[in-house]
């Protein structure tokens, strides 16, 4: 049995190893090669912590996958970071552990940020040029590193609950991005407005973005509602949106912004037009037109974490051979 540490796996894996591993997962799970059991989510609201367990094995494939992650959002107030979580790698034939990936929620984030980059690739105008960031963490800075390997943009807006912590992101990403003009907002209205692409990267319980501020042609990617009582979008949103598609179509009927719109009857079912697995198969096709409100409705599976445990094995392995 092998045993990784969050060091050794953030030097052997980027973001750009990382997103055609993803955009092939979801391509799998839309084919029907996914095994993947229910989401267990624990909620502690005492302490403001969530835990997510999830798991999935792809036909073929050597090893299937148990992840367990967190989010602890009070830990920055006592400088401990807000995410963790590892992997427990196991042999398919045997059920053997294999590897376990203390990763501390890195792998978690990185395949995140990939899906992102995907339902971008698909769903993106080809001309971008505003990008509003929702959120300022590590998922929202990850986001941003991952649309840039897609999509060019020449100017981001940003929001965040804490301006001072919109003004630190700001600075940060300038650097990263020297060419780009950030600008951080005092609310979520200004910097969507004028936006043609939409970010949300928060743990808000409460829908922050409305029907009414959006542009023609903009895309939204939605990726913080990962657990029932999550929320970024009002259901309008998704009833304004000419195309919605999810990760998981099933999972979102039970998670995230579709599951909020379709439980208060703003949309139907007929409402979905696909998967994103189904646009990189090549059996649906996304924006028709400049002018379309495109929806990414990202809820994470447990085959993205299938996918970037068996990449990170496989680059790992590789720079052993190479020594």
């Not at 991952?146 to 990403?173: C, D, H, I, T």
């Not at 379309?292 to 392995?317: E, M, N, R, Y």
Request: hydrophobic share 45%; aromatic share 8%; with cysteine.
């Amino acid at each position: 049995m092998q045993t990784y540490f969050e060091p050794e796996i953030r030097n052997s894996i980027s973001l750009k190893d990382a997103i055609p591993a993803i955009e092939q997962s979801l391509a799998a799970y839309s084919s029907g090669l996914a095994i993947l059991p229910g989401v267990i989510n624990l909620d502690l609201p005492e302490f403001e912590g969530e835990v997510h367990v999830k798991a999935a094995y792809l036909a073929g494939h050597d090893h299937y996958v148990i992840k367990v992650a967190s989010g602890f959002y009070k830990n920055p107030l006592h400088g401990l970071p807000a995410g963790d979580g590892l992997m427990l790698v196991y042999k398919a034939m045997t059920g053997e552990l294999a590897a376990i990936l203390f990763d501390r929620g890195y792998l978690t984030d990185l395949r995140t940020a990939a899906a992102g980059a995907v339902a971008a690739k698909y769903l993106a105008r080809a001309d971008l040029r505003r990008v509003a960031v929702i959120g300022s963490g590590v998922q929202a800075r990850l986001q941003l590193l991952a649309l840039a390997e897609v999509r060019a943009f020449s100017e981001v807006s940003v929001w965040s609950r804490q301006p001072e912590n919109a003004g630190r992101y700001v600075k940060e990403m300038a650097e990263v991005f020297p060419e780009v003009k950030f600008h951080p907002f005092p609310s979520p209205e200004q910097a969507v407005r004028e936006a043609d692409l939409i970010i949300t990267a928060t743990a808000s319980r409460l829908p922050l973005i409305k029907a009414e501020w959006l542009e023609p042609g903009v895309q939204i990617t939605a990726m913080g509602s990962d657990g029932p009582e999550k929320q970024e979008l009002y259901p309008e949103v998704l009833a304004r949106a000419d195309f919605i598609f999810c990760d998981s179509v099933n999972q979102c009927r039970h998670l995230g912004e579709v599951h909020h719109a379709l439980q208060v009857g703003v949309i139907s079912e007929d409402k979905i037009s696909g998967e994103i697995g189904e646009l990189v198969l090549g059996r649906k096709v996304g924006r028709r037109s400049a002018e379309d409100i495109t929806v990414a409705d990202l809820t994470g599976l447990g085959i993205q974490d299938a996918a970037i445990a068996g990449l990170f094995l496989s680059l790992a392995g590789d720079k052993q051979e190479n020594k």
